[in-house]
C-alpha cells in the first residue's frame, strides 16, 4: 500500500517562474492538506481539499497560490511568479475523513528553491 | 495566539538514556487529538503517537510514550533507551475537532550523543 507520494522532491525555479507540486494521496484517501514549513520551523497549513472542492483555504496567501485536487490524478499546487521567500520546503498530507482522531500521513515533501 | 508550544529548541541524551520532550497547547475544544512526528535529516515527516482528548489512558508505541496530562493542557514526549537513529527534529501538533489543519509546535531537535 503505497504512502503519500509527492513529485518532484526537489525543485529549483528562477525568480518569476511558475512552480508546481504534485500530490497522489494513499489509496482511499480522498482527503488532501498542504503545508508549508520554512527552515527551522514547523509547518503551516496552507489549504485543505477533497476531490474537486477546495474545503479550507484559511493559509494560502492571496496571491500567486492555487491548488486544485481534480477528480482524476494528483492534488496540485501551483505557484505562479516565485519569489525568493516562496524557497520552502512544502509537505502534503492525506487522510480517509475529518475528525480529530484521524491521523494525516504526510508526503515526502517537495523542497523548493528559488534562486 | 499560539496553539501549540515547544519551549526546548535543542536537546541533549546520551544514548541509551531516556529523554522528554515537552509539549504544550492550548485549546477550548473538548474534541481534540495531539500527535508527534519526527523529521529526520532526510526531511520527511515520520508520526510517531497520536493521543485522543478523551482517551483515558496515556498512548504507547514501543519506546514512545506519550505524558498526557489534561488538566495542566501539555502532552510531553518520552522517548526511553534513545537510539543514535533518534537523533531528528520532533514535532508537536494539534488537531482540534472542528478543524481542517493541524497546528503545529516549532519543533525540538534531538541530538542523542555515543
Known amino acids: 500500500n503505497a504512502g503519500v507520494m509527492q513529485n518532484p522532491r526537489h525543485l529549483v525555479r528562477r525568480r518569476g517562474q511558475e512552480a508546481r507540486l504534485r500530490c497522489s494521496p494513499m489509496?482511499?484517501?480522498?482527503?488532501v492538506y498542504w503545508y508549508r514549513q520554512l527552515p527551522e520551523e514547523g509547518l503551516k497549513f496552507m489549504v485543505y481539499l477533497q476531490k474537486e472542492n477546495i474545503i479550507d483555504e484559511s493559509g494560502m496567501p492571496k496571491e500567486r497560490f492555487s491548488a486544485e485536487f481534480p477528480k482524476e490524478g494528483p492534488s496540485i499546487l501551483r505557484i505562479q511568479q516565485v519569489v525568493r521567500g516562496d524557497s520552502a520546503a512544502y509537505f502534503c498530507?492525506?487522510?480517509?475523513?475529518?475528525?480529530?482522531?484521524?491521523?494525516?500521513?504526510f508526503g515526502p515533501g517537495t523542497r523548493l528553491t528559488v534562486l | 495566539a499560539q496553539k501549540i508550544t515547544q519551549t526546548q529548541p535543542g536537546m541533549f541524551v546520551q544514548e541509551k538514556e531516556a529523554v522528554t520532550l515537552d509539549c504544550t497547547y492550548d485549546t477550548s475544544d473538548p474534541s481534540y487529538g495531539l500527535f508527534w512526528y519526527k523529521q529526520p535529516s532526510s526531511g520527511e515527516m515520520i508520526f510517531l503517537i497520536y493521543?485522543?482528548?478523551?482517551?483515558?489512558q496515556n498512548a504507547t508505541e514501543g519506546r514512545y510514550s506519550l505524558n498526557f496530562q489534561k488538566a495542566r493542557k501539555s502532552a510531553n514526549l518520552v522517548i526511553s533507551a534513545s537510539q543514535l537513529g533518534d537523533s531528528a527534529m520532533y514535532f508537536c501538533?494539534?488537531?482540534?475537532?472542528?478543524?481542517?489543519?493541524?497546528?503545529f509546535g516549532a519543533g525540538t531537535r534531538l541530538t542523542v550523543k555515543p
Open positions: 498530507a492525506s487522510s480517509p475523513a475529518r475528525g480529530s482522531y484521524n491521523e494525516q500521513f
Open positions: 501538533a494539534m488537531r482540534e475537532g472542528g478543524d481542517n489543519d493541524m497546528r
Open positions: 493521543q485522543g482528548s478523551y482517551d483515558q
Open positions: 489509496k482511499g484517501h480522498s482527503h
